[in-house]
């Protein structure tokens, strides 16, 4: 192989390593943009009361986002949390809110098999420490103290999800149930109409056969 063939492998292989990459990267982008955008368009559990809340507080809190030098990615997430939950976001004090929040995003953060093989990883401590600006130390705190009503929840959507099942499976089989008698139905009618037929051409041909023995006998 010369030297210019192999530079051009060389080459190609980078570019398809850079395709890769890029690939993977947006992937998981989307997926964490995805995801926050979901829980953010539950408008019924935005923060509706910001009596409290002050301007300096709210600026306070954006400066020390962007003193991480976060990825735009990462400023989206920031502010559309902000905006949804900014007392929850910008008080010192971690609320019930901001808890649920950091519990959701870290729980649902997992990415299924598929989704993981195409390049998103799970959403780490250190990705919610930057969005809600918070040590990773507090994040992990809130994270385990929701670990049992998580479960809990999981429990009962799998018994939702269960019941979604049954009832499904219920439904076919009276589907299945109709359909069958609705067949039997049809051939039996199919049955009667041929057996009418067959007597309306048993009868026909008994007919013929009188007719034509009265007429030898009038002929005789």
């Keep these: 192989m010369n030297v210019n063939a192999r530079e051009d492998r060389y080459v190609q292989e980078d570019e398809h390593s850079i395709m890769i990459k890029v690939a993977k990267r947006i992937t998981d982008n989307v997926f964490k ?3 926050v955008s979901e829980i953010c368009s539950i408008e019924e559990i935005h923060e509706k009361d910001y009596g409290n809340l002050t ?51 870290y729980r649902l953060g997992v990415p299924t098999k598929e989704q993981a093989e195409n ?52 439904l076919e089989e009276l589907v299945r149930e109709e359909k069958e008698k609705l067949r039997a139905e049809q051939q039996n009618n199919q049955n009667n109409s041929q057996k009418a037929n067959k007597q309306l051409q048993n009868t026909a041909v008994r007919d013929i056969h009188i007719e034509k023995a009265e007429t030898l006998f009038t002929c005789s």
């Excluded at 998103?120 to 049992?148: C, P």
Aim: hydrophobic residues 40%; aromatic residues 8%; contains cysteine.
């Design 33 to 35: 943009i995805g995801l």
């Design 55 to 105: 301007a300096s507080e709210v600026l306070a809190r954006i400066h020390d986002f962007l003193a991480s030098d976060p990825s735009e990615v990462s400023a989206f997430i920031f502010l559309n949390y902000l905006a949804g939950f900014p007392v929850s976001m910008c008080k010192h004090q971690v609320t019930p809110v901001l808890e649920t929040l950091i519990s959701c995003t």
């Design 119 to 170: 390049g998103v990883r799970n959403i780490s401590m250190d990705d919610l420490s930057e969005w809600f600006v918070r040590s990773k130390a507090t994040i992990s705190e809130h994270v385990q103290k929701t670990e049992s009503i998580w479960k809990k929840v999981q429990a009962e959507t799998e018994q939702e999800k269960l019941r979604d099942e049954a009832h499904s499976i219920a």
